[in-house]
């Protein structure tokens, strides 16, 4: 098995067909075609499935698929740190990671300035709902800097507490509660909730606020992104839960801070080793406020 492989299974995957991800890879659809059934002799186990949208990984395809890409991106780290000259010319791949609903506003905006500095650098972000994963990739040693709200017990990253993320409840236009400026969390009782991945650290949050507070969960949706539950909690299908620096522009007047306070440590996690590229991040992002229900007002 060779990183070519690898590179040309996961364009598969992105891309949903042989033809499209050649075209990305900007090699002959054969080549890819050939690889790809090189590679699942050589493991023993088809990786992909034919669907009507297309090419689909099957369950160990999505294993493998997940292995492949810590495998590329330490390879990409590699090459990176080893073109990577002086600061001013640093150029290369940054990996970030950040618990979803976590650092919404903060983390573009370090981003930004470190952009500013190091025009070079490339830099690749995701939200990922389930913290289990991100521990995952983090003991793998694939991210750069991650955001989360607890630490891992198994080590490998420097661990920095940036602040708290205070949570606040989003309510549909003309909803009785928007007369207050802070909602006792009991006013909520049967309100219908929208919700978020049953894996996911910010369903967890909303389980352990209405077991905390002896309410009865009414479940009228569950989404994947906060930006959908604020944006279907202001039509009114329901109310939602998510941190502060989550709800998007133009939104802010459907959000209110609850009584009692919920909220969560945001902590960053730099890797072991860590350059000067991730060092900085982590310094532009101790100077962000996080003082969260402030910019709502």
Not at 105 to 122: I, M, N, T
Not at 209 to 224: F, G, H, I, Q
Not at 232 to 242: F, K, N
Request: hydrophobic letters at 45%.
């Amino acid at each position: 098995m060779s990183l070519r492989q690898y590179e040309y299974a996961l364009a598969v995957a992105e891309e949903g067909s042989v033809t499209a991800a050649a075209e990305v890879l900007r090699v002959a659809q054969p080549s890819v075609s050939q690889q790809i059934r090189t590679l699942e002799r050589e493991l023993g186990v088809a990786l992909f499935t034919r669907m009507p949208t297309g090419l689909v990984p099957t369950v160990a395809g999505r294993a493998f698929l997940r292995e492949a890409q810590v495998a590329v991106t330490a390879a990409r780290r590699a090459r990176a740190m080893a073109r990577a000259g002086a600061d001013e010319q640093l150029a290369g791949e940054l990996l970030v990671a950040a618990q979803m609903g976590l650092g919404a506003r903060q983390l573009p905006s370090a981003l930004a300035k470190l952009r500013r500095r190091f025009p070079r650098l490339e830099v690749t972000v995701f939200e990922e709902p389930n913290p289990a994963e991100l521990e995952r990739l983090g003991r793998r040693g694939v991210l750069d800097l991650v955001l989360v709200a607890s630490t891992c017990d198994e080590g490998g990253a420097d661990a920095y507490h940036l602040g708290d993320e205070e949570f606040v409840v989003v309510l549909g236009a003309g909803h009785r509660l928007l007369a207050a400026d802070r909602v006792e969390l009991r006013e909520l009782e049967g309100e219908p909730w929208i919700r978020f991945d049953r894996e996911s650290a910010l369903d967890a949050v909303l389980r352990d606020v209405l077991r905390d507070n002896k309410m009865a969960p009414s479940t009228v949706a569950r989404v994947t992104q906060t930006a959908t539950a604020v944006r279907w909690a202001a039509h009114g299908l329901g109310v939602t839960l998510v941190p502060a620096s989550a709800v998007p522009h133009g939104y802010e007047q459907l959000a209110r801070p609850v009584s009692p306070v919920v909220s969560q440590p945001v902590i960053a996690g730099l890797r072991l080793g860590a350059g000067p590229a991730e060092t900085a991040l982590l310094e532009l992002l101790q100077q962000e406020s996080w003082s969260r229900t402030s910019s709502l007002v």
